[in-house]
């Protein structure tokens, strides 16, 4: 999977709730009906990428089990971002779509 | 932008913190991937097995966040290094040869760079050192190109030059100073007004001098101090090596020539002015010295702001013109020049160090191929190592900055080597004999320190690329099914490592024929006649002082004694003596005009002759050969006529008809008038100032009709002269014990010293060349080694089929000197080139000639010696393994 479309994705994630990194996996997985799986070699260091660049933050928290866990949020910088990328994945493929089905 | 930095930092930092968390999260990620099939039902093991499936393994994805983090650059360089260094370990030959080839280069380049910065580039230690100009008086019609100043002149230039914010005179000598019981002759510079305010140096301790002390400093027509309350500046170095640095030095009193002289001021350290070893300053009222037309002061000025040199001294010259109309008997025809104070300091030093720069640069270049070619050779060995880590997934990236860290340290271990031999060859230097201009001031600076680092790192690319490249365009498969490669491959690669060597044996052909150059043109200068015979002759510098043997006697009987004395030492041959000696700097040498006395108001007939007191025996024991008449004999006394010897060129410019001898000859000596004397004898023309010098007009006048309170001795003897320097010494405390011997010398040796420089830059261009062309021979060795490892199989093949070992080791011998013959033709072409940047420091005619061809015939001869061992290495091939492998 393209680095810029994981991103994409985990940012959709995490506008709803903070979540793990396995929730995230998981929930990618879930409501791509499997088509998108994520490996802990993409996943992770896409997370490392969009934390440096301040589009989502991460703290250590008690999770569901009562274990200490990673939680990552969008911030507000990476809400701007998920909408800009939005609006431009629909403009590009609207484009795609029409362009596949004029043949 | 900030935020990056600062999480940059924040990562940079907690490096280790990251990682356990790291560790933490993927464990935590995989155990409830785990727990959640295993409560769908499976076991764990099929569970564990099919989410390391599924999530792929940790451990690839800690190694990415790994290179993700600022500090995974640094790590990986750190890797990279200890890798380097097991590897340099595990060749210790090839890793110490790379090492001292890259020393030797820096090393020497660097030395010489910081030479030409002290020498060249650094401004003189002095304020404003732009606007500073030495000034010269000239007079075209008489010949004179360029002399000292006369000082009646310099105080009406001081009230009328414009353009000048100052111009001071200064006259230097050797003077005996006395202090706490021990004498020394030093150098004392007396100097006029301006001196110390227009070079803007106030002394370190004390002062420099009042008006006051300015206005009695008189000085009699033998340039001894005879104005009441004298008082002295001594040099930095004087005060620490005689006064202990005690600063209660100031005020004290000291002896100079037999007179009390009070201390007022102490100079800093390195002030240049008027010269590098000036001791004592002493001031100089130079308005009540008369004459117009002795042109013997140095003089320097300073230029008004913003105004150039060509309009002062057109401002200048104005001046000296409206004194020529005023005195026309003795300023006729005498102009000024101003020449810029640091051109004059380093002259043509400049031109030499540039010459030898561009040659060491050359061998920098040499050794930087030199590196590479051992390198690439190297790389075989290493064989299929780049193959094996590109197989196991290592990026081409990497694997450049691996050979390029690997090459940098080789290159930094090399240039730090070569930075200490710098830094001990510039420590020798500052030590050495100088025969460059500002040669105390040199030192291992951050400029030159810049440099080294600068060489190290070219020379690191320039020796790494190549085979870095060539590594990293390694494939994964090619090498790794058999250690040699097949005869066909690597065409490319072995192109340029032969270009390499031929590069290499051009540059060293250039710097051969080069040092050739130089030693041809120093072979031409030892040849020249000097028109005197410097072999046996040993000189001793007199300076008598006026307080002592202040009347004519007395100055005559001191040296009736002295050569009395002198005569009766074992060995003497004969004993003469002069005001001034060829090639011996100290003494007094003044020029004169002179003319036939038939001929008076001429001005055509006028010359300007150099004037010098001689004793009778002077000839003789220099070995200056009469040409016409007599010499001089003791019968040449106070009561007998006035008798003078012209040299050989004089006495024809004079009388070009000939017959010279027993005419009068008139010498005009400004405001002591003018004097009438027989011509007695004609001499040959000698070069005064060493073989690079013309010859000079010369008048030779009896010393007992005209005695010289300064006399430079010298003695001709059957042995080595210098052996004889102690007894002089003897001697001479004997006759004054105030009156220590000093700049005893053996007159070849001063011979020598006027061509050192062309000496000096001789033996540095030989040992670049010779530098060089070792260089180039290993490269040689080092590429025919390669090419016998790598085309084993060929070799193998030959001999198989039946090739003879002679065969074998002309084919590998051949290849040497195929390459050896190409570099040399290349190098000749460069060299006619660039002997073209060396011919300003030639002497004589400066084309290639037959004897620098000779030595770069030798070229070839070693490339046969150095292909010995790889031939033999070749014979040694098993043709049955070869083929028994395939």
């Not at chain 2, 032969?498 to 030892?526: I, N, P």
């Amino acid at each position: 999977m393209a680095a810029e479309k994981l991103d994409l994705l985990i940012l959709k994630t995490l506008a709803l709730e903070p979540r793990h990194g396995y929730g995230i996996g998981q929930r990618i997985g879930q409501v791509s009906g499997g088509v998108f799986r994520v490996t802990l070699g993409s996943l992770y260091p896409a997370l490392q990428r969009l934390e440096r660049t301040g589009l989502i933050d991460a703290e250590w928290r008690a999770s569901e089990n009562n274990r200490r866990a990673r939680y990552y949020q969008i911030t507000r910088a990476g809400r701007r971002r998920l909408a800009v990328e939005e609006r431009e994945w629909e403009r590009v493929s609207a484009a795609m779509d029409r362009l596949l089905k004029a043949t | 932008m900030w935020t990056r930095f600062r999480r940059g930092l924040y990562e940079l930092v907690h490096a280790g913190r990251l990682d356990r968390e790291a560790e933490e999260e993927l464990s935590q990620h995989v155990e409830t991937a785990v727990a959640e099939k295993v409560r769908r039902g499976l076991d764990e093991s099929e569970a564990r097995r099919q989410v390391r499936i599924e999530l792929g393994h940790p451990d690839s994805a800690r190694e990415r966040l790994r290179e993700g983090r600022p500090g995974a650059l640094v790590e990986s360089l750190r890797r990279d290094v200890a890798y380097a260094v097991r590897m340099l370990r595990k060749r210790p030959g090839f890793s110490a040869l790379c090492v001292l080839t890259i020393a030797l280069g820096v090393g020497a380049s660097t030395a010489l760079f910081a030479v030409l910065q002290a020498v060249v580039l650094r401004p003189l230690p002095l304020p404003r050192p732009e606007s500073l100009v030495r000034v010269f008086d000239t007079n075209p019609e008489a010949g004179v190109e360029r002399t000292g100043v006369a000082s009646a002149n310099l105080a009406d230039w001081r009230r009328r030059a414009r353009l000048l914010t100052g111009v001071a005179g200064y006259y230097s000598m050797g003077r005996t100073l006395t202090a706490d019981g021990s004498s020394e002759v030093v150098l004392a510079a007396q100097v006029t007004e301006d001196f110390f305010p227009l070079l803007g140096v106030d002394a370190a301790l004390g002062r420099t001098f009042t008006a006051g002390e300015m206005a009695r400093a008189l000085f009699n027509s033998a340039a001894a101090p005879v104005g009441p309350d004298p008082v002295v500046v001594i040099a930095h170095g004087l005060w620490r090596r005689r006064f202990g640095a005690d600063p209660s030095v100031v005020g004290r009193t000291i002896t100079i020539d037999r007179r009390t002289f009070r201390v007022v001021g102490v100079m800093p350290s390195g002030f240049p002015m008027p010269e590098p070893g000036v001791q004592l300053w002493l001031p100089w009222d130079v308005a009540e010295d008369p004459p117009r037309d002795q042109h013997y002061l140095g003089a320097v000025a300073r230029l008004a702001e913003g105004v150039t040199r060509d309009q002062a001294e057109h401002d200048l010259n104005a001046v000296a013109r409206a004194l020529s109309d005023e005195h026309p008997r003795t300023n006729r025809g005498w102009a000024v020049r101003l020449v810029p104070l640091h051109e004059e300091v380093v002259g043509d030093a400049g031109r030499t160090l540039f010459v030898l720069l561009g040659a060491v640069g050359l061998l920098l270049l040499a050794a930087c191929a030199n590196v590479a070619v051992l390198s690439l050779a190297r790389g075989l060995e290493r064989g299929p190592e780049a193959s094996i880590r590109l197989a196991l997934g290592a990026t081409r990236r990497q694997l450049l900055q691996q050979f390029l860290v690997e090459s940098l340290l080789l290159a930094g271990l090399g240039g730090a080597l070569g930075a200490l031999g710098a830094a001990l060859a510039v420590a020798g230097l500052r030590r050495a004999e100088a025969s460059l201009p500002r040669l105390h001031e040199v030192q291992l600076d951050p400029v030159a320190l810049l440099f080294a680092v600068a060489a190290t790192a070219s020379c690191a690319l320039v020796a790494g690329l190549p085979y870095a490249w060539r590594r990293a365009r390694a494939n994964a498969g090619t090498e790794l099914h058999d250690g040699t490669t097949r005869a066909t491959a690597g065409r490319g690669r072995r192109l340029v490592r032969d270009g390499l060597v031929v590069a290499e044996v051009a540059l060293a052909v250039v710097l051969l024929t080069g040092a050739g150059l130089l030693f041809r043109s120093y072979q031409r200068l030892h040849a020249v006649d000097p028109g005197f015979e410097p072999e046996g002759v040993l000189v001793a510098p007199i300076f008598l002082d006026m307080e002592t043997y202040g009347s004519e006697d007395k100055t005559r009987a001191y040296y009736a004694r002295l050569f009395e004395r002198l005569e009766a030492l074992p060995g003497v041959v004969s004993v003469g003596a002069a005001t001034a000696l060829p090639t011996s700097p100290l003494g007094p040498d003044f020029e004169r005009p002179v003319w036939p006395e038939e001929r008076p108001g001429e001005e055509r007939a006028r010359r300007q002759a150099w004037v010098r007191m001689v004793t009778p025996r002077y000839f003789e024991t220099l070995g200056i050969r009469l040409r016409a008449g007599r010499t001089f004999t003791d019968a040449d006394g106070p009561a007998a006529p006035h008798a003078v010897i012209l040299s050989e060129g004089l006495a024809r410019r004079l009388w070009p008809a000939g017959g010279a001898v027993s005419r009068r000859l008139v010498v005009d000596y400004s405001t002591s008038g003018t004097y009438g004397y027989d011509v007695v004898g004609v001499v040959n023309d000698l070069r005064f100032g060493g073989p690079r010098r013309a010859a000079r007009d010369e008048i030779y006048l009896p010393h007992a009709q005209r005695p010289y309170l300064v006399m430079n001795v010298a003695l001709r003897t059957r042995a080595d002269p210098r052996q004889l320097a102690p007894a002089v010494r003897e001697v001479l405390h004997e006759i004054d014990a105030q009156k220590p011997a000093h700049g005893i010398h053996d007159l070849s040796t001063l011979l020598g010293a006027t061509y050192a420089r062309d000496r000096q830059t001789m033996l540095a261009m030989a040992s670049f060349a010779v530098a060089a062309l070792l260089l180039s021979l290993f490269g040689v060795h080092g590429v025919l080694l390669h090419r016998v490892r790598e085309q084993k199989r060929e070799i193998g093949i030959r001999m198989a089929v039946g090739a003879s070992r002679g065969r074998i080791v002309s084919w590998v011998a051949g290849h040497g000197l195929r390459l050896v013959l190409m570099g040399t033709s290349i190098g000749l072409g460069l060299a006619v080139v660039s002997a073209r940047a060396a011919s300003p420091l030639l002497f004589g005619a400066g084309a290639v000639d037959g004897a620098s061809l000779l030595a770069v015939a030798v070229l070839p001869l070693t490339a046969l010696v150095v292909s010995v061992h790889p031939a033999w290495r070749a014979t040694r091939v098993d043709a049955a393994e070869v083929l028994r492998r395939g």
